[in-house]
């Protein structure tokens, strides 16, 4: 499950992405920038949630 450790950091990379894609949106006027800005705060959410996950996974494999 080592692969696990890196998938959290996808969600950062969406995050980034999806911040650029509403200030773009934003500074062009269009009005569908909210919904970027919505996507990128639930993959930072992930991003942590996952890490929390994956501490919790390692710290329950080292105790058996």
Do not use: H, W
Not at 49 to 61: A, L, T
């Amino acid at each position: 499950m080592g692969y696990l450790k890196y998938t959290q950091y996808v969600y950062v990379l969406f995050a980034v992405y999806f911040i650029y894609d509403g200030a773009v949106k934003l500074n062009e006027n269009n009005d569908a920038y909210p919904l970027s800005f919505v996507i990128a705060g639930m993959a930072i959410f992930m991003f942590f949630f996952r890490r929390k996950f994956v501490k919790k996974f390692d710290d329950r494999n080292k105790k058996q």
